[in-house]
Nanobody, 112 residues
């Protein structure tokens, strides 16, 4: 099973940007689907974006037009570029591999 480590979270003002990274412990070439999920306090974990091994992305409605998911198979890393952040984006963001492995999460707080 692959281990995942997220980084890049932090405190940002509304309208700002962050780039999250998810580093895998081994090659992700064979992992079909890599995804980003988030969980806000008192809410269920929800899909933000996911990307196939060939680079085809899929986004939740809340992320469309603002977030971009990408993967670098040579670096075993998946990224989530988040722009025009809103307070509603505040959550712990988790990386996921093929619906099985989860990272420990990285906190994103959007506040003035």
């Amino acid at each position: 099973q692959v281990q995942l480590v997220e980084s890049g979270g932090g405190l940002v003002q509304p309208g700002g940007s962050l780039r999250l990274s998810c580093a895998a412990s081994r090659s992700i070439l064979g992992i079909y689907l890599m995804g980003w999920y988030r969980q806000a306090p008192g809410k269920q974990r929800e899909l933000v974006a996911r990307i196939t091994s060939s680079g085809l992305p899929n986004y939740a409605d809340s992320a469309k037009g603002r977030f971009t998911i990408s993967r670098d198979n040579t670096k075993n890393t998946v990224y989530l570029q988040m722009n025009i952040l809103e307070p509603e984006d505040t959550a712990v963001y988790y990386c996921n591999a093929d619906g099985l492995s989860w990272g420990q999460g990285t906190q994103v707080t959007v506040s003035s």
